[in-house]
């Protein structure tokens, strides 16, 4: 069994934590609001560190679940974090930090003698629970395999598509499509409601129909019922689709409904309602005068 340090217990890293201790990994755990990693403590037999550079101290897998690139930069590229990492030692970034980033912090973290992995995921906290989530690997092999074990704990897979920085770039392709469904949903929905069908009932056939994605599937309860738990907030799916429009000019691809899908999510945020989950952009789409962002494109 491994010592492993997870930086970040939000929702997401504190199911994550779970999963690894319940499979017999020594555990510690990091959190910049320190009530949450103490909460955490008292429901899980896991060490709570006062700093990153505590927590990674000794481990041989570091788990890196944090809000976005900017503070996953801040924490692993840290001096004194680097100095606490044990030769060899693997780091993971889980979060949706970028191309840049894991570039930056593969850089960073090879220097301080450690291995770096990109490994964002597919899935929710009910797919870390269940064990099920896709892990999109970025890294050397040898040092994907050294964090295997630790990974299995909440992931049906791990697959590796390349060097560094591959895992953000694969993982930004699939938020694309998850970002433009969620567009597309809402839209669908808004005009069958406008046509006079019953927001359920429309939801009921599109279950039905060939767009019936898993998407599609574990999101009816958020877009029928707007006080189901937030699973992924508009303002996290507007810095997901940031990192994706600013990864396809970088590349000079186009991704024209993506860019539109966003000024809509933009639109959103900027209406005050960036902390509600992204099923509520069908809610917003149905408000008049609020569609103009989509006919701009």
Not at 73 to 83: I, M
Not at 141 to 146: D, K, S, W
């Amino acid at each position: 069994m491994a010592e492993v340090a997870l930086l970040g217990t939000g929702r997401m890293g504190a199911a994550m934590a779970r999963r690894v201790a319940d499979a017999g990994h020594e555990v510690t755990v990091w959190n910049r609001t320190a009530g949450k990693a103490q909460a955490l403590a008292e429901s899980l037999r896991v060490t709570v560190a006062d700093t990153p550079a505590d927590a990674v101290r000794g481990s041989d897998v570091i788990l890196s679940v944090l809000a976005d690139g900017g503070a996953t930069r801040t924490v692993l590229l840290d001096a004194t974090v680097l100095a606490a990492l044990a030769p060899g030692s693997v780091v993971c970034d889980l979060a949706t930090s970028g191309v840049a980033t894991a570039r930056d912090v593969a850089a960073g973290v090879a220097r301080a003698g450690a291995r770096f992995v990109d490994a964002p995921v597919s899935g929710s906290v009910p797919s870390v629970e269940a064990g099920t989530l896709l892990v999109m690997a970025g890294g050397d092999e040898a040092a994907i395999e050294a964090a295997r074990a630790v990974l299995s704990a909440f992931a049906r897979r791990i697959l590796r598509v390349g060097e560094s920085g591959a895992g953000q770039a694969m993982k930004l392709a699939v938020n694309l499509v998850v970002c433009d469904l969620n567009a597309a949903l809402s839209e669908a929905l808004v005009l069958a409601e406008n046509a006079g069908i019953a927001r359920e009932s429309a939801y009921d056939v599109l279950l039905e129909s060939v767009v019936a994605a898993p998407f599609v599937k574990y999101k009816r309860a958020a877009f029928l019922d707007e006080k189901v738990p937030v699973a992924m907030s508009l303002d996290l799916v507007s810095k997901d689709m940031r990192l994706i429009t600013d990864l396809a000019r970088a590349l000079e691809v186009p991704v024209a409904v993506t860019e539109a899908a966003r000024r809509a999510v933009d639109e959103a945020c900027a209406a005050g309602i960036g902390s509600s989950d992204m099923a509520e952009l069908s809610r917003f789409l149905g408000r008049p005068g609020s569609a103009a962002a989509l006919d701009e494109s």
